[in-house]
């Protein structure tokens, strides 16, 4: 199983970006996805997860801002990100929660990482 991301880049603040990942492989269901960032000297935060049942969660600093949702036919999880802001910077990775086969316990995958700079 594979994660990839894309999507990152530079863009002025108040600005947007949108992101997306791509899981493929084995798979025969993906429970959770969803994105965390890293910013230098900080732990890595989580931003947005969406389940494949059940409501979506998001950081406070990006509620009413940022948007994820996922795509279950074709694997996918994408992140909307309006109005950005310079503290948005960061490296973005995704990871979702995967089975391969309807007998083993979902393990987490991670996507190589993506870079979003907010220039102020």
């Known amino acids: 199983v594979q994660l990839q991301a894309s999507g990152g880049g530079l863009v002025q603040a108040g600005g947007s970006l949108r992101l997306s990942c791509a899981a493929s492989?084995?798979?025969?269901?993906?429970?959770?996805m969803g994105w965390y960032r890293q910013v230098p000297g900080k732990q890595r935060e989580l931003v947005a997860a969406?389940?494949?049942?059940?409501?979506?969660s998001y950081a406070d600093s990006v509620k009413g801002r940022f948007t994820i949702s996922r795509d279950n036919a074709k694997n996918t999880v994408n992140l909307q990100m309006n109005n950005l802001k310079a503290e948005d910077t960061g490296v973005y990775y995704c990871?979702?929660?995967?089975?391969?086969?309807?007998?083993?316990?979902?393990?987490?995958?991670w996507g190589q990482g993506t870079l979003v700079t907010v220039s102020s």
């Open positions: 969406i389940p494949n049942i059940g409501t979506t």
């Open positions: 990871y979702a929660a995967i089975q391969r086969d309807w007998t083993r316990c979902p393990d987490m995958y």
């Open positions: 492989g084995r798979i025969a269901t993906i429970n959770l």
